[in-house]
């Protein structure tokens, strides 16, 4: 990080993009300059996210937390895909803050997450979380992606289910006024638009960082799901959001 005078702090920013969004690329542009973190005490905050969802931990509980760790972590910007779980939380715990919406079509965010999880070594927080984020009883494996669940892997309308409910929950409950939509394939075309939203010189965006966390799994879909049924899945859950932020759907 370059040297600043530690008592500024520049336009606070919350990420709330889906994990597999791009969201280390966003943390690689901010960190050489700015006091950026990428998923800062994610096991804390998803322990959190699963108790308040079984009643143990009550808003103003979870506000309390969120006040705290911000004087002590001191962060302008916080990026993080779990952010995206307490929306609600930070807009009132930071009337001030501005979010940036990171958004990935529907399809290639379902390949990403798919590789990701089959070819990395998933964290045991994430583990504990991914029954309640992605729901596996409200939607189960069909005969046309029964491979997927014989992977240990959550069915097709599971994951578009969550990029759904990601992307309407970011647009729906953020005000126009506080929120920047990028769609993750123009993150490396979009650095006016963010250093603009954000209020910092474009020149203070290290683009040389600007793409990290690359996908590694190289395996084939087609062995996980049937021809033709990711994208009928697609139209029917994702449809709507795909038309209006990847126009040429």
Request: aromatic letters at 12%.
């Amino acid at each position: 990080m370059a040297t600043r005078d530690l008592s500024f702090r520049a336009t606070k920013a919350f990420c709330v993009g889906q994990a597999k969004s791009g969201t280390a690329s966003l943390c690689g542009l901010l960190a050489k300059n700015y006091r950026a973190a990428h998923e800062p005490e994610r096991a804390r905050l998803l322990e959190m996210i699963l108790k308040e969802s079984q009643g143990e931990v009550v808003g103003t509980n979870f506000r309390a937390y969120l006040l705290e760790r911000d004087r002590r972590l001191h962060l302008e910007y916080d990026i993080a895909w779990a952010n995206q779980f307490i929306i609600g939380y930070l807009l009132e715990a930071f009337p001030d803050a501005r979010f940036v919406v990171l958004v990935r079509d529907a399809r290639s965010w379902f390949q990403a997450i798919v590789g990701h999880l089959l070819s990395r070594k998933i964290p045991s927080d994430v583990r504990a979380f991914l029954d309640w984020w992605f729901k596996p009883a409200h939607f189960p494996h069909t005969r046309y992606d029964r491979a997927m669940e014989a992977e240990g892997l959550y069915s097709v309308a599971a994951f578009l289910n969550a990029w759904n409910q990601h992307v309407n929950s970011c647009t729906q409950v953020i005000p126009p006024d506080r929120r920047l939509i990028l769609r993750t394939n123009e993150l490396n075309q979009s650095h006016q638009q963010l250093a603009d939203f954000l209020q910092i010189p474009v020149e203070q965006l290290d683009a040389s960082n600007g793409h990290l966390n690359r996908a590694t799994w190289s395996g084939g879909f087609d062995s996980l799901v049937e021809r033709g049924y990711l994208d009928e899945m697609v139209a029917e859950r994702c449809g709507e959001n795909m038309a209006r932020y990847f126009c040429k759907y």
